[in-house]
């Protein structure tokens, strides 16, 4: 599963999506910066007016109409407290096909040019006129035969001459008239190829983007029925979507993490709260006229605990709602809910995290409830939650139950990374110390944001080596690790294993490191899958960055490897093996 965090400052909202793909996520991350980004600028625009007006119109009238739009807005956001739970009982169902890119392909098809227009063909020149070009004779001429022949010959000559004159100018407007059909047909036929290689781009890209959506929309239809099926991976991923689509004020967190038991139908919900700070700080904005100024009344010290109180009832009861009303297959048997806070001590100013409520409510005896008409404090107490009197305070309890990071597998690691220099030959390692110092070097890696990383037994089985669990809101979750200690290059069946203990282990990551190197087909079968593959010589540069140093030499390991067994022949041959 892919997770992208998107924030946008100006609204102060943040939210982790998450999908099946890493296209998917990035789908869900750019629509929903869409949303806020139109939003902010509704909000701007709106805000611009006013101040425009305001200055336009400087008196008191004008002021006092601003101080109250801002005091409805307000009121406006204070009464949407009351009614989380009764929103999210109005909204509609979560269903899987919701999951389904439905995307539409937006890119327009392109036209077909139309022929141009033929030029018009200019007309001809007027033939010549024999009358123009008559002998003009007189009285000599008409009596003097040679006279007459001689006049006639010349304006027959120069009526010739016109006629083949009037002939070329003829020829010329249809040469220069078939030459621009010609150019006109040429263009034409240039303008069609680029119009039928623009259709082919177009049908290609419209035929990528069809199969790109019927592929993800089998895997959410494999996914489903696993979920049908009731595993883990499956049942986790559909019910975070659920969550993630859950509406709540912009300030408020909307993390959470996530844990089925297969065998007890048990989900764990981590879901983090709101703390006082998301809350309103301000309930009316008043235009003082003889200070002309505006003057803010905050929200008052018994509204605040009393609201912050409802709202975590509403959002723990809100929860469950969502989730049994999303279970169509009927494999959530139980729901454990748990509320946790950031909050920071005021008495040591140190950043705490604790969780202040937790509720267990099985299907059967949610189902029951008409939510619609309960008080949440008291169906929170009649479903025996615990809780302290007052939310406000922060007073940590013990959850019913938590999400189990350990493992019976883990083993306690040792140091290896100490004892590296510019001679160890990490190729050539014992795999036992390989392995330790992969859990040692992402140890340090992970370390940094708080998180860590576990061994397991050593079984040598090809299954998970090492355990991560990185707390980090938009990378973080279960990370399996695996170290191959090869010689030769990685084929695509070491990455298909360790995708397949990802999905078992329920895990949101896989990272497969080698002191070889990896094929193209197992670059190829990782590509769009939360796998991560490392090379020898970026474990080298990993290990540099935390200031250790080594090499890899896959020659003089064969030599080794070779040297041995020809030693263990040497031995089991001494022995009569």
Same mark, same amino acid.
């Given at each position: 599963?892919?997770?992208?965090?998107?924030?946008? =400052?100006?609204?102060?909202?943040?939210?982790?999506?998450?999908?099946?793909?890493?296209?998917?996520?990035?789908?869900?991350?750019?629509?929903?910066?869409?949303?806020?980004?139109?939003?902010?600028?509704?909000?701007?625009?709106?805000?611009?007016?006013?101040?425009?007006?305001?200055?336009? %119109? *400087?008196?008191?009238?004008?002021?006092?109409?601003?101080?109250?739009?801002?005091?409805?807005?307000?009121?406006?956001?204070?009464?949407?407290? #009351?009614?989380?739970?009764?929103?999210?009982?109005?909204?509609? !169902?979560?269903?899987?096909?919701?999951?389904? #890119?439905?995307?539409?392909?937006?890119?327009?098809?392109?036209?077909?040019?139309?022929?141009?227009?033929?030029?018009?063909?200019?007309?001809?020149?007027? %033939?010549?006129?024999?009358?123009?070009?008559?002998?003009?004779?007189?009285?000599?001429?008409?009596?003097?035969?040679?006279? $007459?022949?001689?006049?006639?010959?010349?304006?027959?000559?120069?009526?010739?001459?016109?006629?083949?004159?009037?002939?070329?100018?003829?020829?010329?407007?249809?040469?220069?008239?078939?030459?621009?059909?010609?150019?006109?047909?040429?263009?034409?036929? =240039?303008?069609?190829?680029?119009?039928?290689?623009?259709?082919?781009?177009?049908?290609?890209?419209?035929?990528?983007?069809?199969?790109?959506? @019927?592929? +993800?929309?089998? +895997?959410?239809?494999?996914?489903?029925?696993?979920? $049908?099926?009731?595993?883990?991976?499956?049942?986790?991923?559909?019910?975070?979507?659920?969550?993630?689509? %859950?509406?709540?004020?912009?300030?408020?967190? +909307?993390?959470?993490?996530?844990?089925?038991?297969?065998?007890?139908?048990?989900?764990?919900?981590?879901?983090?709260?709101?703390?006082?700070?998301?809350?309103?700080?301000?309930?009316?904005?008043?235009?003082?006229?003889?200070?002309?100024?505006?003057?803010?009344?905050?929200?008052?010290?018994?509204?605040?605990?009393?609201?912050?109180? #409802?709202?975590?009832?509403?959002?723990?009861?809100?929860?469950?709602?969502?989730?049994?009303?999303?279970?169509?297959?009927?494999?959530?048997?139980?729901?454990?809910?748990?509320?946790?806070?950031?909050? !920071?001590?005021?008495?040591?100013?140190?950043?705490?995290?604790?969780?202040?409520?937790?509720?267990?409510?099985?299907?059967?005896?949610?189902? @029951?409830?008409?939510?619609?008409? !309960?008080?949440? $404090?008291?169906?929170?107490?009649?479903?025996?939650?615990?809780?302290?009197?007052?939310?406000?305070?922060?007073?940590?309890?013990?959850?019913?139950?938590?999400?189990?990071?350990?493992?019976?597998?883990?083993?306690?690691?040792?140091?290896?990374?100490?004892?590296?220099?510019?001679?160890?030959?990490?190729?050539?390692?014992? *795999?036992?110390?390989?392995?330790?110092?992969?859990?040692?070097?992402?140890? =340090?890696?992970?370390?940094?944001?708080?998180? =860590?990383?576990?061994?397991?037994?050593?079984?040598?089985?090809?299954?998970?080596?090492?355990?991560?669990?990185?707390?980090?809101?938009?990378?973080?979750?279960?990370?399996?690790?695996?170290?191959?200690?090869?010689?030769?290059?990685?084929?695509?069946?070491?990455?298909?294993?360790?995708?397949?203990?990802?999905?078992?282990?329920?895990?949101?990551?896989?990272?497969?490191?080698?002191?070889?190197?990896?094929?193209?087909?197992?670059?190829?079968?990782?590509? #769009?899958?939360?796998?991560?593959?490392? %090379?020898?010589?970026?474990?080298?540069?990993?290990?540099?960055?935390?200031?250790?140093?080594?090499?890899?030499?896959?020659?003089?390991?064969?030599?080794?490897?070779?040297?041995?067994? +020809?030693?263990?022949?040497?031995?089991?041959?001494?022995?009569?093996?």
């Amino acid at each position: 599963m892919w997770e992208v965090r998107v924030q946008h =400052e100006g609204l102060k909202a943040y939210r982790v999506v998450r999908g099946v793909t890493k296209e998917e996520a990035e789908l869900k991350a750019r629509l929903q910066m869409a949303a806020w980004n139109d939003r902010w600028a509704k909000r701007q625009s709106s805000l611009k007016n006013k101040l425009e007006k305001l200055k336009k %119109s *400087w008196n008191s009238d004008a002021n006092r109409q601003a101080a109250k739009d801002r005091t409805a807005e307000l009121q406006c956001q204070l009464t949407s407290l #009351d009614t989380i739970l009764a929103e999210g009982l109005r909204r509609p !169902v979560f269903k899987w096909y919701s999951l389904k #890119d439905q995307t539409p392909f937006t890119v327009p098809r392109p036209e077909e040019p139309v022929p141009p227009q033929n030029p018009i063909k200019p007309p001809y020149p007027s %033939s010549p006129d024999p009358s123009v070009y008559a002998a003009k004779l007189n009285l000599l001429d008409r009596i003097i035969n040679s006279r $007459r022949a001689k006049k006639e010959g010349i304006a027959e000559a120069e009526l010739h001459c016109a006629q083949v004159g009037w002939q070329k100018a003829c020829a010329e407007i249809d040469n220069a008239h078939e030459w621009k059909l010609k150019i006109n047909d040429s263009a034409h036929k =240039e303008n069609l190829r680029r119009f039928h290689q623009a259709v082919e781009t177009w049908d290609a890209a419209r035929v990528e983007h069809e199969e790109k959506q @019927q592929k +993800q929309h089998a +895997q959410i239809d494999v996914l489903r029925e696993e979920c $049908r099926a009731g595993k883990a991976p499956a049942v986790e991923f559909f019910f975070g979507a659920v969550l993630n689509c %859950s509406a709540y004020p912009e300030s408020f967190p +909307q993390e959470h993490e996530l844990s089925f038991d297969e065998d007890s139908g048990v989900l764990i919900v981590d879901l983090e709260l709101p703390n006082q700070s998301a809350f309103p700080a301000v309930k009316e904005v008043k235009y003082v006229a003889a200070r002309e100024e505006f003057q803010e009344v905050p929200v008052s010290d018994a509204w605040l605990k009393k609201t912050y109180d #409802d709202v975590l009832y509403q959002i723990a009861l809100k929860t469950l709602h969502e989730l049994y009303s999303a279970d169509e297959f009927a494999v959530l048997k139980s729901i454990v809910f748990n509320g946790w806070v950031n909050s !920071v001590d005021k008495a040591t100013g140190v950043e705490t995290h604790g969780c202040i409520l937790s509720v267990e409510a099985s299907s059967d005896e949610f189902n @029951q409830i008409n939510l619609s008409q !309960v008080d949440p $404090r008291a169906c929170f107490r009649q479903l025996k939650g615990i809780a302290s009197s007052k939310l406000i305070e922060l007073t940590p309890v013990r959850p019913i139950l938590t999400i189990n990071k350990e493992d019976h597998r883990f083993v306690e690691g040792y140091a290896v990374a100490e004892t590296l220099d510019d001679r160890t030959n990490l190729a050539a390692m014992d *795999w036992l110390d390989f392995e330790n110092l992969i859990r040692e070097l992402f140890q =340090e890696e992970f370390s940094k944001n708080g998180g =860590e990383v576990k061994i397991t037994q050593a079984s040598r089985d090809g299954g998970v080596d090492a355990v991560a669990f990185d707390p980090d809101p938009i990378r973080g979750g279960k990370i399996v690790i695996q170290a191959k200690r090869y010689t030769n290059v990685v084929g695509v069946s070491a990455v298909r294993d360790l995708f397949g203990t990802l999905l078992n282990e329920g895990a949101n990551k896989g990272i497969l490191v080698t002191t070889a190197t990896y094929g193209p087909d197992a670059y190829e079968f990782a590509k #769009d899958k939360p796998i991560t593959l490392l %090379s020898g010589g970026e474990l080298l540069s990993l290990l540099a960055a935390h200031g250790h140093r080594a090499k890899i030499d896959l020659q003089e390991a064969k030599a080794l490897n070779l040297q041995k067994e +020809q030693q263990l022949k040497t031995e089991r041959h001494d022995l009569g093996l």
